[in-house]
């Protein structure tokens, strides 16, 4: 199969693009499980991408449960180089108002328990977090955004929770007075997952409310009809997007270079099982 350089992850809203033609559905199986649902692969605006809905089309598994590393382990199998991940997030600040997209340019991670890393059984590799997202590619997407008149942000922080409940007041304020942006439940440990895979990883993350520090009577009409704004917009977005080339290049190398110098494990310690179930990431680093 010809690879397909650029997937998208779709979150709560984002189950299908509307704009993809489709051509092929791949059921993948990787050395760590099945990934959250079938990976599309279609058109946009002219070019290839790989399509994966993060919950399972239909809305299927929480945040807690989703198989990261099934899903960027099939991604990068494909061939796939640079992922878009579109979120749906709290505001932690009064002028992020919902509607708005914001391109974060960092994480905290308040999850707990998820599995987090393709290495150990016997390979260590410690790669650079220290800025989690591709600049390059946030950059892009914001360009476009500001092309089409959507209110969008870039740079700010993002707080993963575990979830699957919202925050309480006491929690949302706390995160508030640590300066953070918006609050969300899956970036993490998909973030650094993207990174151990050496793939450039951006976030479009949507704002669908206040969270809950602004008291503030919340309506279910209020919400859908948020709801269907952003969807509308990360479809116009997408269709912009992918029509541009660029968005094919990665601007700073950093990020398919990050295994470079991380891996600390002697090559001829690396078990038999796992270098086979690694190869696919470390093998242009490492032979057995
Ligand atoms: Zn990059």
Not at 159 to 184: H, W
Not at 188 to 197: C, D, F, I, N, V
Request: glycine share 10%; with cysteine; proline share 4%.
């Amino acid at each position: 199969m010809e690879p397909v350089k650029l997937a998208i992850i779709g979150g709560s809203g984002v189950y299908r693009l509307e704009k993809l033609k489709i051509t092929g559905e791949h059921e993948i199986m990787t050395p760590f499980g099945k990934p959250s649902d079938k990976i599309l692969i279609g058109e946009i605006g002219g070019n290839r991408v790989a399509f994966l809905a993060r919950h399972g089309e239909g809305h299927l598994i929480m945040p807690s449960e989703i198989n990261n590393c099934a899903n960027i382990w099939a991604m990068k199998s494909l061939g796939v180089r640079r992922i878009i991940s579109i979120s749906a997030v709290g505001s932690l600040k009064e002028e992020i108002r919902p509607g708005d997209f914001v391109l974060p340019d960092q994480l905290f991670d308040r999850t707990k328990g998820r599995v987090s890393t393709f290495f150990g059984n016997g390979a260590v590799a410690h790669v650079s977090f220290a800025e989690p997202y591709c600049s390059g590619l946030s950059e892009l997407i914001h360009g476009h955004a500001a092309n089409l008149g959507i209110r969008s942000s870039i740079g700010g922080t993002y707080v993963c929770i575990e979830g699957p409940q919202f925050s309480t007041k006491a929690e949302s304020r706390f995160y508030r007075s640590t300066g953070a942006d918006i609050i969300g439940m899956t970036n993490l440990p998909e973030a650094k997952l993207a990174r151990e895979a050496e793939l450039c990883y951006a976030t479009i993350a949507l704002v669908t409310d206040y969270d809950v520090w602004k008291d503030e009577t919340v309506t279910v009409d209020k919400v859908l009809a948020t709801l269907k704004a952003n969807a509308e917009n990360v479809n116009r977005l997408l269709e912009s997007l992918l029509s541009d080339r660029g968005v094919f290049e990665c601007a700073d190398h950093a990020c398919w270079h990050s295994l470079e110098n991380a891996i600390m494990t002697a090559p001829d310690k690396i078990p038999h099982d796992t270098y086979r179930n690694l190869e696919l990431l470390i093998g242009r680093y490492v032979k057995p």
